[in-house]
C-alpha cells in the first residue's frame, strides 16, 4: 500500500514528508527530480516512476508535486485517486492549497495525513469525518483555544464512520435549512480551420451545498434523465433507484461535495454556442503577417456570453504584434509568445474583434506550425446539454428546507485551429 | 497564530531548550513543545534525542497530546528500541479504555512500532481488538495483523491471526470485511502459496454484499480480490459481472477500473452468443470514456490500460475514436499514449479522420510529438491496407514542408511502407532521393541507404548515391555503416559490372578499416559468400524478406491474457507481467483468463456437439511455412532411388584468401551471378538467371481427373528447359491409390539413364511410394510411359497455391526441377460417407464464416447424374431433397489428411439442357474450399 508521501515545490525542494510504515530515504525523490529535469514544463512530468526499489506515483496540483512511494504492486488510479484526495482535503481545510499556508498548519496536515491512511490502507478520506476528528484551524478556534487551553482535535468518537451512512455525521443542527445544486457544464471541442467540429463533449457536474438538520432523505428528478447514460455518483446514492427509475435517491453529506459528474458525448446533442473567424497568415517574402480575429455567438438559446478570454501560443518566430482590439484588452507575452485577449461579454449586435500585424524576427522563415486559439466563457443560467431539474423533495424531516437551482455553462478545453 | 513558529527556533541549543519545555509542569507548554517537536520532525530534523522527554507526555488525558506522542513514537522507535518498550504499558492500558476511539488509536499505533521487542506484547491486546465488539476497532484491529506481518512473519501465524482474518471476511460489517480482505491481500503477496484467500461461492457472496456498502477504497480491495476467483461456470460469472457492473458508475476512478478488470476477466468465460455478453460490452464503453475526462495522471493510467482492452477486446470502443483525439494542452505523455491508441482503433472506417488527425499533429510544435505523429501515419498505412495510398501521399505532403524532423521521420516510415507493400509505391523514390542532403539522423540515412539499396535496380543514379554516403563511412553510426555495407552488396548482385570497385571499397572499409566487430563480421560473411559462392550469396543477401504487419507491435497474446488479468495495476502501466518487475520477483503467481465453461445444462456446448473432425487436424495442412526455395534445394536427391549421388552442380570456388587474393576471385564472381541449372555448359538456350523462376513456373499443371476418366498428359517439363527431356504426365485415383501416370520423351541426341524422381515437402504430404522405374536407357526420340503409385505419408508443409506440387527429376546430364498443380480429388478417400445426423451437427458447428459459396454453370448433367459422377469421385450424396422445383443434395467427402469437407449443391435448371450449380462448402480448413470447387467442376463438366 502506500508507503509514503513527500510534498516537492516547483523549486525542487522537499518541504513535507509523511511515511506511513517504515522511513523511506528522501533520497528516493532524487529519481522523480531527474525525471523533472528532463520534462520541460512541469506538468509533462510522468506520474508513474520506477526506481529500483520503489515507484513514485505524483500529482502535480497548485504549483506542488504530491509524491507518494510505494513499494509493492499497488493499483495506481487507488493511489492517485487518493493523492487527489489529500489536495481536495487541504483545499477543504485551510481554503487553498499551498506552500506557506501547508508550512503554517504542519501540525493539522501532519494529523490529518495520519488520518488518512493507516499503514497505507485508506482510513478517514471524507472531509465530513475528518473534521470531526481534527478540527479545522480558523482565527476564532487559535483565539478560543489559547484562551481556554482546549485542543483542535476532537474527542468524540466518530460516528460517522460506523454508521451505514459513513459520509453523513450525525446530530447536524442548523437555523436555516437550505439545500442548492448547481449544474454545471464545461464544453471540451475541438474546432478545425473550417469551422466544422472535429470532436465535442460536455463534462457535467452537479456539485451540491446541503446544510440541513437531521438525517434528510432527497429525491431529485430531472426532465430528460435520458440526457444521463455516462454517470458517475457520489456513494451516497442510491445506484438501483436511478437504475429502475432515474430519480437520484440520497441521504446527502453535510456541506459541500458533488452529487454526480457526467458525461454526453453523442454529436448532436452538444451546440457549439460560440464561433471565431479567424485569418491569420505569414507570407514567405516580408517579416510581417496578418493577424484577425472575431467572435461570436452560435447556439446559445438566447442566452448571453460572458467572460470572454481568447488566447493563443503564437509561434516560436513571432518578435511582436501590433493589434487593436474592438473591446476588452489584449497583450502579448514576448516571452513565452503568448497572446491573451480578454473579451469580456459578447454583444451579438457588435462582434468584438482583435485586428492587426505580427511581426516576425528578421531572416526567421515562414513559421511550420499553425497556433491553436483557445477559448473560454461562461454563460450563465443554461446547461448547454438541456438538462433540467424537475423537482426536488424531502422526506424524513418535517421542516420545510429553502432550495435552489443554477445551471452553468463553460468552455473547458475549447480549442479552435487554424 | 500558526504553526509556522514552530520553525523558527532554530538558534543554538534548540534540543536542549526543548527539553526542558517537555518536562514543564504546565500542561499547555508540554503541547506547544510536543508540536515544536512534531514540526522539526515532519522536515527531516533528527530530534530522536528526545524520545524518553516526548514518552513522558504520553500518559495524559489529552487526546491531542497524545496522538502527537504517538506520531513521535512511531518515527522514531524503531532507532531507541529499548526506550520504546517503557510505551507498552500505555498501550496495554488504552487498549482496555471504554472509548473505542481510544482502543482503535491504540492499537493502530502499537502496529507501527516496528520494533520486534514490542511484538511479542502486542499479541495479547491486538486478540483482543479483533474480537471486539465495536466493529470501528475490528476494522482498525484486521489492519493490525497486517502490519505485524510484515515486521514478524512468523508470530502472525503461531498466534493464529491469519485464521481470525480469514472470518472476518464473513463479519456483519462491511468495512470489517473490506479491511480483511485488503490486509490478506497484502498479507498474500509475500506468501503465494499460502492461499490466504480462497475463495468459494458463499464467501464470493459475502464479498459481493459488503461491496455495496462499503467505501469506496473498500470497495476496492473487494474487487480487486474479486478478480482472482475463477467462477465454475458461466452462470456464476454472469451473476458476478451483473453485481459488479454498477460500480462502473462509481465517482473513484480506480473503483470503476478494478471492476473493469473484473469484468474483462469474467466476461472471457461468456459465450458470445449472450445477449448479457453485448450488454456488458456497451455498458463496458462509457465508464472507460469518462476516465478520459479526469484529471491527466489519472488519464495517463486509464489510458494505458485502455491499450490493452483496445487489443484484447476492439470492439467496446471502436465507435469512440474521438475521444482520443489530442488536445493541443494535454501533457506530452497523454498525448503519446492516445496516439497510440488511435492506430489500434484505426480501421477501414475511420482511416480518414484519423489521417486528418494525424496531419494535424504532425505541425505542431512539440517534436517528440510530431515524430510520433509521423510515425503514426506509417502504421496506419501498414495496419489498413485501404488506406495506405492516402497515407503516402500524406507523408509526402509532409516531406514537401521541408521541415528537416519531419522529412526525416516519413523517410523512416516509408520505408517500413515499402516492406509492406513491395512494388507498389516506389514511385516516390525520386521525392525521397532529393531530401538525400537534408537527413542528418542515422535512422533516417539508414532508411534511406536500405531504400537505395533495396531497389538499386529502379534507381539509375544507384551507385552515386551509395558511392556519396560512403565518402564519409567512418564518420557515420554503425546503423548507417551496416546499412551501407548491405545495400552496397546488393547494388553489386544486381548491377554486378558497374560497381566492383564500390563493393570492394565498401567490403575493406568493413573489415580493414574499422573496429567494430559487428561490422567487421558482416563484411567478411559478405566478402566470403561472394567469393565463394556468388549464387548463395544472392539467396542470402537478396532473399524475401519476411512481410511485416500490425502485429509486430502489438502485445503478444499470452502476455495479453495475462495483463487482462492486471488491469489497474502496475503490470498494466508498465505493460509487463508483475514478475518482470516486481521488487524480486517474489509473490508473483502468474494468472490467466478463465476458460469458457458452460454449465452442464447448456445444450449448446462444444464437447456435447459431434466433432466433424478433431481440431488438432487441421493443423497439419498449416505447418510452418517454410522458405520455398531453401527447401527445393535442399532436395536429397540420392538414396530413396539408385544412381549415384550427384555432384553439386555450383562450381566450388574453394577456400579464397580472403585478405589476399580476394578480390581477383571477387572479380571473377561476377561471372557466377547464375543458378546452378544454368552454369552447366549444356545450357539449351535458358537466358541467364531464368532457372530459379522456373521453379515457380506454374504454367503446366492442369486439372485432370479420376476414376472413369483421366485427363489427357500435359506437358509439365518441356525439353527446352531441360536439356532434351520432356515429361508429361498426370494424375489419377483408382481403388484407393494415387499414382502419377508420367510419360518420358527424350528429344535430345544423347542417351539418358539414372532417372530418379522426387518431390518436395507439400500440402498434403504427396510422396512417391515406389522409386520411378524406367527399365531401359531411353534413347533419342524415345518415348517411355510410367506410373508413379503415390502415397501421402510424406513430410508436410503448406503449398501457394494449396494444390502445388514440386518435382525434382534427375537423369544422368542434370537434375530438373518442375511444379505442377493436381487435382484435388485424387486425395477423396472412399470412406467419406458421413453419418447424416454426424453431417447435420458438424454443418451447424463449423462457423459460418468457414462457408464458401461457388457457382457451376451450364452443366450438362441431371441431380441423378450428377450423384453418380460424383461417388465415382468419392463425393458422397447423403441426403436430397427437393425445394421449390430446386434439388438440393447434401454430400460430403473427406481428404486423404482427415479433413472433412461438407458441400450442399443446389441445382437449378438454367436452360434446357443444361444446370447451374450452386455450391455451398463448409470446412474447418476453409483454404481447401476452392480448390474442391474446382475439383468439382473438373468432374462434373468431364
Same mark, same amino acid.
Given at each position: 500500500?502506500?508507503?509514503?508521501?513527500?510534498?516537492?515545490?516547483?523549486?525542487?525542494?522537499?518541504?513535507?514528508?509523511?511515511? &506511513?510504515?517504515?522511513?523511506?530515504?528522501?533520497?528516493?525523490?532524487?529519481?522523480?527530480?531527474?525525471?523533472?529535469?528532463?520534462?520541460?514544463?512541469?506538468?509533462?512530468?510522468?506520474?508513474?516512476?520506477?526506481?529500483?526499489?520503489?515507484? =513514485?506515483?505524483?500529482?502535480?496540483?497548485?504549483?506542488?508535486?504530491?509524491?507518494?512511494?510505494?513499494?509493492?504492486?499497488?493499483?495506481?488510479?487507488? #493511489?492517485?485517486?487518493?493523492?487527489?484526495?489529500?489536495?481536495?482535503?487541504?483545499?477543504?481545510?485551510?481554503?487553498?492549497?499551498?506552500?506557506?499556508?501547508?508550512?503554517?498548519? #504542519?501540525?493539522?496536515?501532519?494529523?490529518?495525513?495520519?488520518?488518512?491512511?493507516?499503514?497505507?490502507?485508506?482510513?478517514?478520506?471524507?472531509?465530513?469525518?475528518?473534521?470531526?476528528?481534527?478540527?479545522?484551524?480558523?482565527?476564532?478556534?487559535?483565539?478560543?483555544?489559547?484562551?481556554?487551553?482546549?485542543?483542535?482535535?476532537?474527542?468524540?468518537?466518530?460516528?460517522?464512520?460506523?454508521?451505514?451512512?459513513?459520509?453523513?455525521?450525525?446530530?447536524?443542527?442548523?437555523?436555516?435549512?437550505?439545500?442548492?445544486?448547481?449544474?454545471?457544464?464545461?464544453?471540451?471541442?475541438?474546432?478545425?480551420?473550417?469551422?466544422?467540429?472535429?470532436?465535442?463533449?460536455?463534462?457535467?457536474?452537479?456539485?451540491?451545498?446541503?446544510?440541513?438538520?437531521?438525517?434528510?432523505?432527497?429525491?431529485?428528478?430531472?426532465?430528460?434523465?435520458?440526457?444521463?447514460?455516462?454517470?458517475?455518483?457520489?456513494?451516497?446514492?442510491?445506484?438501483?433507484?436511478?437504475?429502475?427509475?432515474?430519480?437520484?435517491?440520497?441521504?446527502?453529506?453535510?456541506?459541500?461535495?458533488?452529487?454526480?459528474?457526467?458525461?454526453?458525448?453523442?454529436?448532436?446533442?452538444?451546440?457549439?454556442?460560440?464561433?471565431?473567424?479567424?485569418?491569420?497568415?505569414?507570407?514567405?517574402?516580408?517579416?510581417?503577417?496578418?493577424?484577425?480575429?472575431?467572435?461570436?455567438?452560435?447556439?446559445?438559446?438566447?442566452?448571453?456570453?460572458?467572460?470572454?478570454?481568447?488566447?493563443?501560443?503564437?509561434?516560436?518566430?513571432?518578435?511582436?504584434?501590433?493589434?487593436?482590439?474592438?473591446?476588452?484588452?489584449?497583450?502579448?507575452?514576448?516571452?513565452?509568445?503568448?497572446?491573451?485577449?480578454?473579451?469580456?461579454?459578447?454583444?451579438?449586435?457588435?462582434?468584438?474583434?482583435?485586428?492587426?500585424?505580427?511581426?516576425?524576427?528578421?531572416?526567421?522563415?515562414?513559421?511550420?506550425?499553425?497556433?491553436?486559439?483557445?477559448?473560454?466563457?461562461?454563460?450563465?443560467?443554461?446547461?448547454?446539454?438541456?438538462?433540467?431539474?424537475?423537482?426536488?423533495?424531502?422526506?424524513?424531516?418535517?421542516?420545510?428546507?429553502?432550495?435552489?437551482?443554477?445551471?452553468?455553462?463553460?468552455?473547458?478545453?475549447?480549442? *479552435?485551429?487554424? | 497564530?500558526?504553526?509556522?513558529?514552530?520553525?523558527?527556533?532554530?538558534?543554538?541549543?534548540?534540543?536542549?531548550?526543548?527539553?526542558?519545555?517537555?518536562?514543564?509542569?504546565?500542561?499547555?507548554?508540554?503541547?506547544?513543545?510536543?508540536?515544536?517537536?512534531?514540526?522539526?520532525?515532519?522536515?527531516?530534523?533528527?530530534?530522536?534525542?528526545?524520545?524518553?522527554?516526548?514518552?513522558?507526555?504520553?500518559?495524559?488525558?489529552?487526546?491531542?497530546?497524545?496522538?502527537?506522542?504517538?506520531?513521535?513514537?512511531?518515527?522514531?522507535?524503531?532507532?531507541?528500541?529499548?526506550?520504546?518498550?517503557?510505551?507498552?504499558?500505555?498501550?496495554?492500558?488504552?487498549?482496555?479504555?471504554?472509548?473505542?476511539?481510544?482502543?482503535?488509536?491504540?492499537?493502530?499505533?502499537?502496529?507501527? @512500532?516496528?520494533?520486534?521487542?514490542?511484538?511479542?506484547?502486542?499479541?495479547?491486546?491486538?486478540?483482543?481488538?479483533?474480537?471486539?465488539?465495536?466493529?470501528?476497532?475490528?476494522?482498525?484491529?484486521?489492519?493490525?495483523?497486517?502490519?505485524?506481518?510484515?515486521?514478524?512473519?512468523?508470530?502472525?501465524?503461531?498466534?493464529?491471526?491469519?485464521?481470525?482474518?480469514?472470518?472476518?471476511?464473513?463479519?456483519?460489517?462491511?468495512?470489517?470485511?473490506?479491511?480483511?480482505?485488503?490486509?490478506?491481500?497484502?498479507?498474500?503477496?509475500?506468501?503465494?502459496?499460502?492461499?490466504?484467500?480462497?475463495?468459494?461461492?458463499?464467501?464470493?457472496?459475502?464479498?459481493?454484499?459488503?461491496?455495496?456498502?462499503?467505501?469506496?477504497?473498500?470497495?476496492?480491495?473487494?474487487?480487486?480480490?474479486?478478480?482472482?476467483?475463477?467462477?465454475?461456470?458461466?452462470?456464476?460469472?454472469?451473476?458476478?459481472?451483473?453485481?459488479?457492473?454498477?460500480?462502473?458508475?462509481?465517482?473513484?476512478?480506480?473503483?470503476?477500473?478494478?471492476? *473493469?478488470?473484473?469484468?474483462?476477466?469474467?466476461?472471457?468465460?461468456?459465450?458470445?452468443?449472450?445477449?448479457?455478453?453485448?450488454?456488458?460490452?456497451?455498458?463496458?464503453?462509457?465508464?472507460?470514456?469518462?476516465?478520459?475526462?479526469?484529471?491527466?495522471?489519472?488519464?495517463?493510467?486509464?489510458?494505458?490500460?485502455?491499450?490493452?482492452?483496445?487489443?484484447?477486446?476492439?470492439?467496446?470502443?471502436?465507435?469512440?475514436?474521438?475521444?482520443?483525439?489530442?488536445?493541443?494542452?494535454?501533457? @506530452?505523455?497523454?498525448?503519446?499514449?492516445?496516439?497510440?491508441?488511435?492506430?489500434?482503433?484505426?480501421?477501414?472506417?475511420?482511416?480518414?479522420?484519423?489521417?486528418?488527425?494525424?496531419?494535424?499533429?504532425?505541425?505542431?510544435?512539440?517534436?517528440?510529438?510530431?515524430?510520433?505523429?509521423?510515425?503514426?501515419?506509417?502504421?496506419?498505412?501498414?495496419?489498413?491496407?485501404?488506406?495506405?495510398?492516402?497515407?503516402?501521399?500524406?507523408?509526402?505532403?509532409?516531406?514537401?514542408?521541408?521541415?528537416?524532423?519531419?522529412?526525416?521521420?516519413?523517410?523512416?516510415?516509408?520505408?517500413?511502407?515499402?516492406?509492406?507493400?513491395?512494388?507498389?509505391?516506389?514511385?516516390?523514390?525520386?521525392?525521397?532521393?532529393?531530401?538525400?542532403?537534408?537527413?542528418?539522423?542515422?535512422?533516417?540515412?539508414?532508411?534511406?541507404?536500405?531504400?537505395?539499396?533495396?531497389?538499386?535496380?529502379?534507381?539509375?543514379?544507384?551507385?552515386?548515391?551509395?558511392?556519396?554516403?560512403?565518402?564519409?563511412?567512418?564518420?557515420?553510426?554503425?546503423?548507417?555503416?551496416?546499412?551501407?555495407?548491405?545495400?552496397?552488396?546488393?547494388?553489386?548482385?544486381?548491377?554486378?559490372?558497374?560497381?566492383?570497385?564500390?563493393?570492394?571499397?565498401?567490403?575493406?572499409?568493413?573489415?580493414?578499416?574499422?573496429?567494430?566487430?559487428?561490422?567487421?563480421?558482416?563484411?567478411?560473411?559478405?566478402?566470403?559468400?561472394?567469393?565463394?559462392?556468388?549464387?548463395?550469396?544472392?539467396?542470402?543477401?537478396?532473399?524475401?524478406?519476411?512481410?511485416?504487419?500490425?502485429?509486430?507491435?502489438?502485445?503478444?497474446?499470452?502476455?495479453?491474457?495475462?495483463?487482462?488479468?492486471?488491469?489497474?495495476?502496475?503490470?498494466?502501466?508498465?505493460?509487463?507481467?508483475?514478475? /518482470?518487475?516486481?521488487?524480486?520477483?517474489?509473490?508473483?503467481?502468474?494468472?490467466?483468463?478463465?476458460?469458457?465453461?458452460?454449465?452442464?445444462?447448456?445444450?449448446?456446448?462444444?464437447?456435447?456437439?459431434? /466433432?466433424?473432425?478433431?481440431?488438432?487436424?487441421?493443423?497439419?495442412? @498449416?505447418?510452418?511455412?517454410?522458405?520455398?526455395?531453401?527447401?527445393?534445394?535442399?532436395?536429397?536427391?540420392?538414396?530413396?532411388?539408385?544412381?549415384?549421388?550427384?555432384?553439386?552442380?555450383?562450381?566450388?570456388?574453394?577456400?579464397?584468401?580472403?585478405?589476399?587474393?580476394?578480390?581477383?576471385?571477387?572479380?571473377?564472381?561476377?561471372?557466377?551471378?547464375?543458378?546452378?541449372?544454368?552454369?552447366?555448359?549444356?545450357?539449351?538456350?535458358?537466358?541467364?538467371?531464368?532457372?530459379?523462376?522456373?521453379?515457380?513456373?506454374?504454367?503446366?499443371?492442369?486439372?485432370?481427373?479420376?476414376?472413369?476418366?483421366?485427363?489427357?498428359?500435359?506437358? &509439365?517439363?518441356?525439353?527446352?528447359?531441360?536439356?532434351?527431356?520432356?515429361?508429361?504426365?498426370?494424375?489419377?485415383?483408382?481403388?484407393?491409390?494415387?499414382?502419377?501416370?508420367?510419360?518420358?520423351?527424350?528429344?535430345?541426341?544423347?542417351?539418358?539413364?539414372?532417372?530418379?524422381?522426387?518431390?518436395?515437402?507439400?500440402?498434403?504430404?504427396?510422396?512417391?511410394?515406389?522409386?520411378?522405374?524406367?527399365?531401359?536407357? =531411353?534413347?533419342?526420340?524415345?518415348?517411355?510411359?510410367?506410373?508413379?503409385?503415390?502415397?501421402?505419408?510424406?513430410?508436410?508443409?503448406?503449398?501457394?497455391?494449396?494444390?502445388?506440387?514440386?518435382?525434382?527429376?534427375?537423369?544422368?546430364?542434370?537434375?530438373?526441377?518442375?511444379?505442377?498443380?493436381?487435382?484435388?480429388?485424387?486425395?477423396?478417400?472412399?470412406?467419406?460417407?458421413?453419418?447424416?445426423?454426424?453431417?447435420?451437427?458438424?454443418?451447424?458447428?463449423?462457423?459460418?464464416?468457414?462457408?464458401?459459396?461457388?457457382?457451376?454453370?451450364?452443366?450438362?448433367?441431371?441431380?441423378?447424374?450428377?450423384?453418380?459422377?460424383?461417388?465415382?469421385?468419392?463425393?458422397?450424396?447423403?441426403?436430397?431433397?427437393?425445394?421449390?422445383?430446386?434439388?438440393?443434395?447434401?454430400?460430403?467427402?473427406?481428404?486423404?489428411?482427415?479433413?472433412?469437407?461438407?458441400?450442399?449443391?443446389?441445382?437449378?435448371?438454367?436452360?434446357?439442357?443444361?444446370?447451374?450449380?450452386?455450391?455451398?462448402?463448409?470446412?474447418?480448413?476453409?483454404?481447401?474450399?476452392?480448390?474442391?470447387?474446382?475439383?468439382?467442376?473438373?468432374?462434373?463438366?468431364?
Amino acid at each position: 500500500m502506500i508507503h509514503s508521501l513527500f510534498l516537492i515545490n516547483s523549486a525542487g525542494d522537499i518541504f513535507l514528508e509523511k511515511h &506511513w510504515k517504515s522511513v523511506v530515504s528522501r533520497s528516493v525523490c532524487d529519481y522523480f527530480f531527474e525525471a523533472q529535469e528532463r520534462a520541460t514544463e512541469a506538468e509533462n512530468v510522468p506520474p508513474v516512476i520506477s526506481t529500483p526499489h520503489h515507484y =513514485l506515483l505524483s500529482v502535480y496540483r497548485h504549483k506542488i508535486f504530491f509524491v507518494a512511494v510505494i513499494q509493492t504492486e499497488v493499483p495506481p488510479l487507488f #493511489v492517485i485517486e487518493f493523492l487527489h484526495r489529500v489536495v481536495d482535503t487541504f483545499q477543504d481545510y485551510f481554503g487553498v492549497c499551498s506552500e506557506p499556508v501547508i508550512k503554517d498548519n #504542519v501540525v493539522v496536515v501532519y494529523e490529518v495525513l495520519e488520518e488518512m491512511l493507516d499503514n497505507g490502507f485508506p482510513l478517514a478520506t471524507e472531509s465530513n469525518i475528518l473534521k470531526e476528528l481534527i478540527k479545522p484551524p480558523t482565527i476564532l478556534r487559535t483565539v478560543v483555544n489559547t484562551i481556554t487551553g482546549s485542543t483542535n482535535v476532537g474527542d468524540q468518537l466518530p460516528t460517522g464512520q460506523l454508521s451505514v451512512v459513513p459520509w453523513r455525521r450525525t446530530g447536524v443542527k442548523y437555523t436555516n435549512n437550505e439545500a442548492y445544486f448547481d449544474v454545471i457544464e464545461e464544453i471540451d471541442a475541438i474546432i478545425d480551420k473550417s469551422g466544422s467540429t472535429v470532436t465535442a463533449e460536455i463534462q457535467g457536474v452537479i456539485d451540491a451545498c446541503v446544510k440541513l438538520t437531521g438525517m434528510p432523505d432527497l429525491t431529485l428528478s430531472f426532465m430528460n434523465p435520458r440526457l444521463l447514460d455516462d454517470v458517475s455518483f457520489h456513494p451516497c446514492v442510491r445506484f438501483k433507484r436511478w437504475e429502475s427509475e432515474r430519480i437520484l435517491s440520497f441521504i446527502p453529506p453535510d456541506g459541500n461535495f458533488r452529487l454526480l459528474s457526467y458525461h454526453v458525448s453523442a454529436q448532436n446533442l452538444v451546440a457549439i454556442p460560440v464561433y471565431v473567424k479567424h485569418n491569420i497568415s505569414f507570407r514567405d517574402s516580408s517579416s510581417l503577417g496578418r493577424f484577425e480575429i472575431t467572435v461570436g455567438p452560435k447556439q446559445t438559446m438566447g442566452k448571453s456570453i460572458e467572460g470572454v478570454t481568447v488566447s493563443s501560443q503564437m509561434p516560436r518566430g513571432v518578435l511582436s504584434m501590433n493589434l487593436t482590439p474592438s473591446q476588452g484588452t489584449h497583450m502579448f507575452d514576448p516571452v513565452t509568445k503568448m497572446l491573451s485577449w480578454d473579451v469580456g461579454k459578447i454583444n451579438p449586435q457588435k462582434l468584438p474583434g482583435l485586428k492587426g500585424t505580427v511581426s516576425l524576427q528578421a531572416g526567421a522563415s515562414k513559421p511550420d506550425e499553425n497556433p491553436t486559439i483557445n477559448l473560454q466563457f461562461k454563460i450563465q443560467q443554461l446547461a448547454i446539454s438541456g438538462l433540467k431539474v424537475n423537482r426536488l423533495d424531502m422526506y424524513g424531516e418535517k421542516y420545510k428546507p429553502f432550495k435552489g437551482i443554477k445551471y452553468m455553462t463553460k468552455a473547458g478545453k475549447f480549442q *479552435v485551429r487554424t | 497564530m500558526t504553526d509556522s513558529k514552530y520553525f523558527t527556533t532554530t538558534k543554538k541549543g534548540e534540543i536542549f531548550e526543548l527539553k526542558a519545555e517537555l518536562n514543564s509542569d504546565k500542561k499547555e507548554k508540554k503541547k506547544e513543545a510536543v508540536k515544536k517537536v512534531i514540526a522539526s520532525m515532519t522536515v527531516g530534523k533528527d530530534v530522536s534525542a528526545l524520545f524518553p522527554d516526548v514518552v513522558n507526555c504520553m500518559q495524559t488525558d489529552n487526546l491531542e497530546l497524545k496522538k502527537l506522542v504517538y506520531l513521535y513514537l512511531m518515527n522514531y522507535a524503531k532507532s531507541q528500541p529499548d526506550m520504546a518498550i517503557m510505551a507498552v504499558n500505555t498501550f496495554v492500558k488504552d487498549c482496555e479504555d471504554p472509548n473505542p476511539l481510544i482502543r482503535a488509536l491504540a492499537v493502530r499505533t502499537m502496529g507501527c @512500532i516496528r520494533v520486534d521487542k514490542i511484538t511479542e506484547y502486542l499479541c495479547e491486546p491486538l486478540r483482543k481488538c479483533l474480537k471486539d465488539e465495536d466493529p470501528y476497532v475490528r476494522k482498525t484491529a484486521a489492519v493490525c495483523v497486517a502490519k505485524l506481518h510484515d515486521i514478524n512473519a512468523q508470530l502472525v501465524e503461531d498466534q493464529g491471526f491469519l485464521d481470525t482474518l480469514k472470518d472476518l471476511i464473513s463479519d456483519s460489517n462491511p468495512m470489517v470485511v473490506a479491511n480483511a480482505v485488503a490486509a490478506l491481500s497484502e498479507i498474500a503477496e509475500s506468501h503465494p502459496s499460502s492461499n490466504l484467500l480462497d475463495l468459494n461461492p458463499q464467501s464470493i457472496n459475502k464479498l459481493l454484499t459488503a461491496l455495496n456498502e462499503c467505501t469506496e477504497w473498500g470497495q476496492i480491495f473487494i474487487l480487486d480480490c474479486l478478480a482472482n476467483y475463477t467462477p465454475k461456470d458461466d452462470r456464476e460469472a454472469q451473476s458476478i459481472c451483473e453485481r459488479v457492473t454498477p460500480r462502473l458508475s462509481h465517482a473513484n476512478s480506480a473503483v470503476v477500473l478494478s471492476a *473493469v478488470k473484473v469484468l474483462m476477466k469474467f466476461m472471457e468465460m461468456l459465450s458470445k452468443d449472450l445477449d448479457y455478453y453485448g450488454t456488458l460490452l456497451k455498458k463496458l464503453a462509457p465508464p472507460l470514456v469518462t476516465l478520459l475526462s479526469a484529471e491527466p495522471e489519472l488519464q495517463y493510467v486509464a489510458l494505458r490500460n485502455i491499450n490493452l482492452i483496445v487489443q484484447k477486446r476492439p470492439e467496446i470502443l471502436k465507435h469512440e475514436m474521438k475521444v482520443f483525439f489530442v488536445k493541443y494542452n494535454d501533457p @506530452i505523455y497523454v498525448k503519446l499514449e492516445k496516439l497510440d491508441i488511435m492506430i489500434r482503433l484505426a480501421s477501414q472506417a475511420n482511416i480518414a479522420q484519423v489521417l486528418a488527425e494525424l496531419k494535424e499533429y504532425a505541425t505542431e510544435v512539440d517534436v517528440d510529438f510530431v515524430r510520433k505523429a509521423v510515425r503514426a501515419i506509417g502504421r496506419c498505412a501498414i495496419k489498413v491496407e485501404q488506406s495506405a495510398e492516402r497515407c503516402v501521399s500524406t507523408l509526402l505532403d509532409l516531406i514537401q514542408t521541408k521541415v528537416n524532423y519531419v522529412v526525416q521521420e516519413a523517410i523512416v516510415v516509408i520505408k517500413d511502407i515499402f516492406r509492406k507493400y513491395p512494388n507498389k509505391y516506389e514511385s516516390v523514390i525520386a521525392t525521397l532521393c532529393e531530401n538525400l542532403d537534408s537527413l542528418d539522423e542515422p535512422e533516417a540515412r539508414a532508411a534511406m541507404i536500405w531504400i537505395v539499396g533495396e531497389y538499386a535496380e529502379r534507381i539509375d543514379n544507384a551507385d552515386e548515391l551509395l558511392e556519396s554516403f560512403l565518402e564519409g563511412f567512418h564518420d557515420e553510426s554503425t546503423q548507417v555503416q551496416l546499412q551501407l555495407l548491405t545495400a552496397i552488396v546488393k547494388l553489386f548482385l544486381k548491377k554486378p559490372t558497374e560497381t566492383q570497385e564500390l563493393v570492394q571499397q565498401v567490403l575493406s572499409l568493413a573489415t580493414q578499416d574499422s573496429d567494430n566487430p559487428d561490422l567487421r563480421d558482416r563484411g567478411y560473411i559478405y566478402w566470403r559468400l561472394l567469393s565463394t559462392d556468388p549464387v548463395a550469396a544472392k539467396e542470402v543477401v537478396l532473399a524475401e524478406k519476411p512481410l511485416i504487419s500490425e502485429e509486430t507491435d502489438l502485445i503478444e497474446p499470452t502476455l495479453l491474457d495475462e495483463l487482462i488479468c492486471y488491469i489497474g495495476t502496475l503490470a498494466s502501466v508498465y505493460h509487463k507481467p508483475p514478475s /518482470a518487475f516486481v521488487e524480486g520477483g517474489r509473490g508473483v503467481v502468474h494468472k490467466s483468463l478463465p476458460p469458457r465453461t458452460t454449465s452442464s445444462e447448456s445444450t449448446e456446448s462444444p464437447e456435447t456437439a459431434p /466433432a466433424g473432425a478433431p481440431p488438432g487436424e487441421q493443423l497439419d495442412v @498449416i505447418p510452418t511455412q517454410g522458405d520455398l526455395l531453401g527447401d527445393l534445394l535442399n532436395l536429397d536427391l540420392g538414396p530413396p532411388v539408385s544412381g549415384p549421388p550427384l555432384a553439386t552442380s555450383s562450381v566450388q570456388m574453394g577456400a579464397v584468401d580472403l585478405l589476399g587474393s580476394g578480390l581477383d576471385s571477387l572479380i571473377g564472381a561476377s561471372n557466377f551471378v547464375s543458378p546452378p541449372a544454368a552454369a552447366v555448359p549444356a545450357n539449351l538456350g535458358a537466358p541467364m538467371g531464368s532457372g530459379l523462376s522456373d521453379l515457380f513456373d506454374l504454367t503446366s499443371g492442369v486439372g485432370t481427373l479420376s476414376g472413369s476418366y483421366v485427363a489427357p498428359k500435359a506437358v &509439365w517439363l518441356p525439353a527446352m528447359k531441360a536439356k532434351g527431356l520432356e515429361i508429361s504426365g498426370t494424375f489419377t485415383r483408382q481403388v484407393g491409390s494415387i499414382s502419377m501416370d508420367l510419360q518420358l520423351t527424350n528429344k535430345a541426341l544423347q542417351v539418358m539413364t539414372d532417372f530418379a524422381i522426387q518431390f518436395n515437402r507439400n500440402s498434403f504430404g504427396l510422396a512417391p511410394a515406389a522409386p520411378l522405374q524406367v527399365h531401359a536407357p =531411353l534413347s533419342p526420340n524415345q518415348t517411355v510411359e510410367i506410373s508413379l503409385p503415390l502415397n501421402t505419408v510424406g513430410s508436410v508443409m503448406k503449398m501457394e497455391p494449396l494444390n502445388n506440387l514440386q518435382v525434382a527429376v534427375k537423369n544422368n546430364i542434370d537434375v530438373f526441377y518442375f511444379s505442377t498443380l493436381y487435382p484435388l480429388h485424387i486425395l477423396f478417400v472412399e470412406d467419406g460417407k458421413m453419418d447424416r445426423q454426424m453431417f447435420l451437427a458438424t454443418w451447424k458447428d463449423i462457423p459460418n464464416e468457414n462457408e464458401a459459396q461457388f457457382q457451376i454453370r451450364d452443366c450438362p448433367l441431371n441431380a441423378e447424374a450428377v450423384s453418380s459422377r460424383l461417388q465415382s469421385s468419392n463425393i458422397f450424396t447423403i441426403a436430397k431433397r427437393n425445394v421449390e422445383g430446386q434439388d438440393m443434395l447434401y454430400q460430403s467427402l473427406k481428404l486423404t489428411n482427415g479433413i472433412w469437407v461438407l458441400a450442399e449443391l443446389r441445382i437449378q435448371p438454367g436452360n434446357p439442357s443444361f444446370m447451374d450449380l450452386e455450391l455451398s462448402l463448409k470446412c474447418r480448413a476453409p483454404e481447401v474450399s476452392q480448390h474442391v470447387y474446382q475439383a468439382y467442376e473438373t468432374i462434373l463438366k468431364n
